[in-house]
């Protein structure tokens, strides 16, 4: 496979989302790959995924990227109580990555609930 086909497929997206803000944030068919095979438990949990965008409890910038937000959205179905985070680099409007944890990390909060 040539290079400007290997340009091609990586710019494929596997999925769209639209986050609390009302903007269109993509998934790769390359970031959904790493994802799952990197955290295989958010396979079975797109639903959870795809609320966490829209519906978010909290919105923290990266600390290591300014382009970069994670948004996390509690579950009690998870593991008897864990956060869904979505990575999502906004420059590109794109998700990196995406995990469950019991703790949020720091960063300046853009957004929380009431």
Same mark, same amino acid.
């Given at each position: 496979?040539?290079?400007?086909?290997?340009?091609?497929?990586?710019?494929?997206?596997?999925?769209?989302?639209?986050?609390?803000?009302?903007?269109?944030?993509?998934?790769?068919?390359?970031?959904?790959?790493?994802?799952?095979?990197?955290?295989?438990?958010?396979?079975?949990?797109?639903?959870?995924?795809?609320?966490?965008?829209?519906?978010?409890?909290?919105?923290?910038?990266?600390?290591?990227?300014?382009?970069?937000?994670?948004?996390?959205?509690?579950?009690?179905?998870?593991?008897?109580?864990?956060?869904?985070?979505?990575?999502?680099?906004?420059?590109?409007? +794109?998700?990196?990555?995406?995990?469950?944890?019991?703790?949020?990390? +720091?960063?300046?909060?853009?957004?929380?609930?009431?």
């Amino acid at each position: 496979m040539g290079e400007e086909n290997k340009a091609c497929k990586r710019r494929r997206y596997r999925m769209e989302f639209i986050d609390c803000f009302n903007r269109k944030i993509e998934l790769s068919d390359v970031r959904w790959d790493h994802i799952i095979e990197t955290h295989p438990e958010i396979k079975k949990l797109k639903k959870e995924l795809e609320g966490a965008l829209i519906e978010p409890e909290l919105i923290r910038r990266s600390v290591y990227n300014q382009k970069v937000i994670l948004f996390y959205r509690h579950y009690k179905h998870i593991y008897e109580g864990k956060y869904m985070c979505v990575v999502v680099r906004l420059d590109e409007k +794109s998700i990196v990555t995406a995990y469950i944890t019991d703790r949020i990390k +720091s960063g300046d909060v853009i957004w929380k609930k009431n």
